[in-house]
C-alpha cells in the first residue's frame, strides 16, 4: 500500500500541479474521505507528540494541548476549516472545484507533510537544531504545495491570487481552531500547555 503511494507523494513535493491532476482523477466515495481525513489526524497527533517530546525544553514557546484528545480535536478540526476554507473561499473567488477534490487535496498533503515529518523525528535523534529547522522548511514547503493544489483544484490562472486567498484562510483556519480548542478545553477543564 504505502510502495503505490510513494511515487504520488514524491510527485506532490516535485511537480505539485500534477498531482494535485492526478489526485483529482481518483474517484473516492465521500465517506471513505471522511475516514481518511480521521486517519491522517489521529497520525499528526502521534508524530506531534514524538515531536514535542524530542524537542528540547525551551527551544519552541509554540502551544500544544497536553491532552491527546484535545491534540486530535484540534488537528482534525483544523483539516475539516481546511477543507471547508479550500472549498468555500475558492467558490467565492470565482473557483470551479468539488468539495470532494478539496478534501483530497487537503487529505493528501497532510499525508505527505506526515511523511516528510517522521523525517524530521528521525532528524531530531541525530541533531535536534537541525530539524527545528526542518520544520520550518516543512511549513514553507507545506504552503508550495497548498497553493499548487489550489490552482488546479479551482482551476485558477494566478498564482498570486490564490496566495491572498489563502492568507484570508489561514486567518479562518486560525480562527476556528482557537474557538474549538477553547470551547473543547473549558468543557473538559483541560488547559493548553507551552512547550
Same mark, same amino acid.
Given at each position: 500500500?504505502?510502495?503505490?503511494?510513494?511515487?504520488?507523494?514524491?510527485?506532490?513535493?516535485?511537480?505539485?500541479?500534477?498531482?494535485?491532476?492526478?489526485?483529482?482523477?481518483?474517484?473516492?466515495?465521500?465517506?471513505?474521505?471522511?475516514?481518511?481525513?480521521?486517519?491522517?489526524?489521529?497520525?499528526?497527533?502521534?508524530?506531534?507528540?514524538?515531536?514535542?517530546?524530542?524537542?528540547?525544553?525551551?527551544? *519552541?514557546?509554540?502551544?500544544?494541548?497536553?491532552?491527546?484528545?484535545?491534540?486530535?480535536?484540534?488537528?482534525?478540526?483544523?483539516?475539516?476549516? *481546511?477543507?471547508?476554507?479550500?472549498?468555500?473561499?475558492?467558490?467565492?473567488?470565482?473557483?470551479?472545484?468539488?468539495?470532494?477534490?478539496?478534501?483530497?487535496?487537503?487529505?493528501?498533503?497532510?499525508?505527505?507533510?506526515?511523511?516528510?515529518?517522521?523525517?524530521?523525528?528521525?532528524?531530531?535523534?541525530?541533531?535536534?537544531?537541525?530539524?527545528?529547522?526542518?520544520?520550518?522548511?516543512?511549513?514553507?514547503?507545506?504552503?508550495?504545495?497548498?497553493?499548487?493544489?489550489?490552482?488546479?483544484?479551482?482551476?485558477?490562472?494566478?498564482?498570486?491570487?490564490?496566495?491572498?486567498?489563502?492568507?484570508?484562510?489561514?486567518?479562518?483556519?486560525?480562527?476556528?481552531?482557537?474557538?474549538?480548542?477553547?470551547?473543547?478545553?473549558?468543557?473538559?477543564?483541560?488547559?493548553?500547555?507551552?512547550?
Amino acid at each position: 500500500m504505502l510502495k503505490a503511494l510513494t511515487p504520488l507523494t514524491i510527485e506532490s513535493i516535485k511537480r505539485p500541479q500534477d498531482a494535485a491532476r492526478a489526485l483529482q482523477a481518483w474517484d473516492i466515495p465521500r465517506e471513505a474521505l471522511w475516514t481518511a481525513l480521521a486517519a491522517v489526524a489521529l497520525m499528526s497527533v502521534i508524530v506531534t507528540k514524538l515531536i514535542v517530546w524530542l524537542t528540547p525544553a525551551g527551544a *519552541t514557546s509554540q502551544p500544544f494541548p497536553s491532552a491527546p484528545v484535545v491534540l486530535a480535536v484540534l488537528v482534525a478540526g483544523g483539516l475539516v476549516i *481546511t477543507v471547508l476554507c479550500t472549498y468555500y473561499f475558492g467558490r467565492v473567488f470565482g473557483g470551479t472545484g468539488s468539495f470532494d477534490d478539496s478534501m483530497k487535496a487537503v487529505i493528501w498533503l497532510q499525508w505527505v507533510l506526515l511523511v516528510l515529518q517522521v523525517g524530521q523525528v528521525i532528524l531530531f535523534l541525530i541533531s535536534p537544531g537541525l530539524a527545528l529547522l526542518a520544520g520550518l522548511a516543512l511549513f514553507l514547503i507545506g504552503i508550495w504545495i497548498f497553493l499548487n493544489f489550489v490552482l488546479v483544484i479551482h482551476d485558477f490562472n494566478s498564482l498570486a491570487m490564490v496566495f491572498f486567498g489563502t492568507l484570508i484562510t489561514i486567518v479562518g483556519v486560525s480562527f476556528g481552531l482557537a474557538i474549538v480548542a477553547s470551547l473543547f478545553a473549558a468543557l473538559l477543564g483541560l488547559e493548553v500547555q507551552n512547550v
